[in-house]
């Protein structure tokens, strides 16, 4: 149902778009969340927002750095990655939330999507 796309390899520093599309309307009145998981390591949240886009999440070591947003119809999310460090290299998972806020408990994220693999060289 969630298709994630846009990874890929850059340099520290680069940028990356990540899209994550719903195959119907089924996240429109839905909040969304972005993840990674990096080898060995738990499975984190990098950013969320609510069903109407009003309001985000920030993870602290991406804040200033990457921007979540959704179109006006609300089925697709975007999260704008800029000054990329290496830390950033993971596998990065869209999830849908089961209510209308967004949540920062992976818990309360019931679909998901594939991963799209982002690698940042130093």
């Known amino acids: 149902q969630l298709q994630a796309s846009g990874g890929g390899s850059v340099q520290a520093g680069g940028s990356l778009r990540l899209s994550c599309a719903a195959s119907?309307?089924?996240?429109?009145?839905?909040?969304m969340g972005w993840f990674r998981q990096a080898p060995g390591k738990e499975r984190e949240l990098v950013a969320a927002?609510?069903?109407?886009?009003?309001?985000?999440y920030y993870a602290e070591f991406v804040r200033g750095r990457f921007t979540i947003s959704r179109t006006k119809g609300g089925n697709t999310v975007y999260l704008q990655m800029d000054n990329l460090k290496y830390e950033d290299t993971a596998l990065y998972y869209c999830a849908k939330s089961r209510g209308a806020g967004y949540s920062v408990s992976r818990r309360d994220y019931t679909v998901w999507g594939q991963g799209t693999q982002v690698t940042v060289s130093s």
């Open positions: 119907s309307r089924t996240t429109t009145n839905n909040g």
């Open positions: 927002i609510n069903w109407s886009g009003s309001s985000t």
